[in-house]
């Protein structure tokens, strides 16, 4: 097989989608108005965001008026964590989250500590699952918000959101999911869910990057977190990013429009990959849940392979995958998300996600089939522990 460029990092980001490109064409060009201005400049742009926002509200079966525009996901994270804390903290300042969340929420949840709020962060089961009873168990009445993520960017492991929504719903606890994952891979009804707060971000949805979106349902006290002009209804100043809102609104309506069969085509090809890896590389792990799991994620631990090594080899193959989250790379600490499924820290470095996108095919696969044994086994050949244990007892 010659050469390739394959790309598995896809819940690091997407491409922009051709269709999404076209759309914002126009706004990075001729149509530069500012949305607030009141000629028609202003009001074209202004048509456009109107346009994108009832695009986004009907993909996740909300009003247009509960949706605003945000600079990325994590400020979507950050405003709906921080934002609802501040605004009632007059009734209770305790939260609720999970030890494998997003770092925009895990340390937003930290900052908050500082500032004297009591945060409990949920352990979750080896499939990295929460359990609802633990949730519903940790409410006390000083409990002002809940926020667990929908899908996991590592593992992805997909969360019982609909029963954590109707204990929120019953114990009157503000409920707010990460779904920037989740988007574009499960269907998404805030309504269904129960959810009260809900992030998504463009560039995880073949959108552009640097745009995310914030669904706040009616009557949320929620406090701002960006001050200035009367943009987004007074909620969240500075001029809007015309273009990538727009682009947001083709990027939400294609994932809604395509979901089923993305989802199936992401399925097939995830698991030909989980089964080919299994039959082909001994001492594997697969991280996540078995089925409960987005469709476009493989997670394996190797055992004695340092996972920054594999991304190495990987990527001189011409193959990009990552050893976690992007956010984590660079850094030699393990992932905080497999080590809460409770692999050892060797396990945990020994990590590899790839994460699949519409740009890839059935070819994709057999080449990183044909090329990661053999990379799996040079890397191994080089362990001493390898071969003290060869033939003897592993631990996975
Ligand atoms: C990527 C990601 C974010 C952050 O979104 P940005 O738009 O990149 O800031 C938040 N949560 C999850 C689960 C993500 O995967």
Request: hydrophobic share 40%; proline share 3%; with cysteine.
């Amino acid at each position: 097989m010659e050469k390739r460029r394959i790309y598995v990092d896809n819940s690091a980001t997407t491409p922009i989608h051709p269709q999404v490109l076209e759309e914002m064409m126009p706004y990075l060009t001729e149509s530069y108005g500012n949305p607030s201005s009141i000629h028609f400049f202003g009001r074209e742009a202004r048509k456009a965001m109107d346009k994108a926002r009832e695009r986004v509200a009907l993909g996740l079966g909300a009003k247009t008026e509960e949706i605003y525009f945000t600079g990325s996901g994590t400020e979507a994270d950050n405003w709906a964590v921080k934002g609802v804390a501040f605004a009632n903290k007059k009734k209770g300042n305790h939260i609720i989250t999970t030890k494998i969340e997003h770092h925009a929420i895990l340390h937003t949840c930290e900052y908050l500590e500082k500032q004297g709020f009591d945060v409990t962060y949920l352990d979750v089961d080896e499939y990295g699952l929460v359990n609802p009873d633990d949730v519903e168990n940790a409410i006390n009445d000083r409990t002002i918000l809940i926020s667990v993520m929908f899908a996991n960017n590592e593992i992805g492991t997909i969360q019982p959101i609909e029963e954590i929504g109707k204990i929120a719903k019953k114990r009157a606890v503000y409920f707010h999911t990460d779904a920037v994952q989740a988007m574009g891979n499960v269907d998404i009804n805030v309504d269904k869910l129960g959810v009260d707060l809900l992030s998504i971000s463009g560039h995880k949805i073949m959108g552009p990057k640097g745009i995310g979106a914030l669904y706040v349902r009616k009557g949320t006290r929620i406090d701002n977190l960006i001050h200035g002009g009367a943009q987004e209804r007074k909620r969240r100043s500075g001029t809007e990013n015309v273009a990538a809102v727009v682009g947001m609104g083709k990027a939400v309506q294609l994932a809604v429009e395509n979901l089923d069969q993305h989802v199936r085509k992401m399925t097939s090809l995830r698991d030909a990959l989980i089964d080919g890896i299994k039959e082909r590389i001994p001492h594997v792990r697969l991280n996540g849940h078995p089925s409960q799991r987005l469709a476009n994620n493989v997670n394996f631990s190797f055992e004695f392979v340092e996972g920054e090594a594999l991304l190495l080899s990987l990527d001189m193959e011409g193959i990009a995958a990552s050893s976690g989250s992007a956010c984590t790379s660079g850094s030699l600490d393990p992932s905080h998300v497999l080590l809460a499924i409770g692999l050892s820290h060797e396990t945990a470095h020994g990590s590899l996600r790839m994460s699949l996108g519409e740009i890839n095919t059935r070819e994709d696969i057999d080449y990183i089939l044909d090329k990661l044994p053999a990379i799996v086994e040079k890397l191994r050949a080089l362990s001493p522990l390898f071969k003290q244990c060869e033939g003897g007892k592993v631990s996975v």
